[in-house]
């Protein structure tokens, strides 16, 4: 059974950074596409970085220069290290395996003065 784990949420102040992880089991991890997409109260779930199996990344334009997408092969896990937290990137982040559709069960971020 596919797994994914999300954690290091928490509440920041803006300009700080936060490193979220997605751990993976009952997958083969190193051949799958991952993502992070984020909700933001109110709004529908987009997709804010990708990194495909052969490690090429993807942005959307509003994290460009702040977030950085990585994968452990060895470790079965998936990281967004956030940098330069905005007011706007609040929301829940999900790991998912983009090319087989399953989904973590989200963590909350939240960016506050």
């Known amino acids: 059974q596919v797994q994914l784990v999300e954690s290091g949420g928490g509440l920041v102040q803006p300009g700080e950074s936060l490193r979220l992880s997605c751990a993976a089991s009952g997958t083969i991890f190193s051949i799958d596409d991952m993502a992070w997409y984020r909700q933001a109260p109110g709004k529908q779930r987009e997709l804010v970085a990708v990194?495909?199996?052969?490690?090429?990344?993807n942005y959307a334009d509003s994290v460009k220069g702040r977030f950085t997408i990585s994968r452990d092969n060895q470790r079965n896990t998936v990281y967004l290290q956030m940098t330069s937290l905005k007011l706007e990137d609040t929301g829940v982040y999900y790991c998912?395996?983009?090319?087989?559709?399953?989904w973590g069960q989200g963590t909350q971020v939240t960016v506050s003065s």
């Open positions: 998912k395996i983009e090319n087989r559709n399953y």
């Open positions: 990194i495909t199996r052969h490690g090429f990344t």
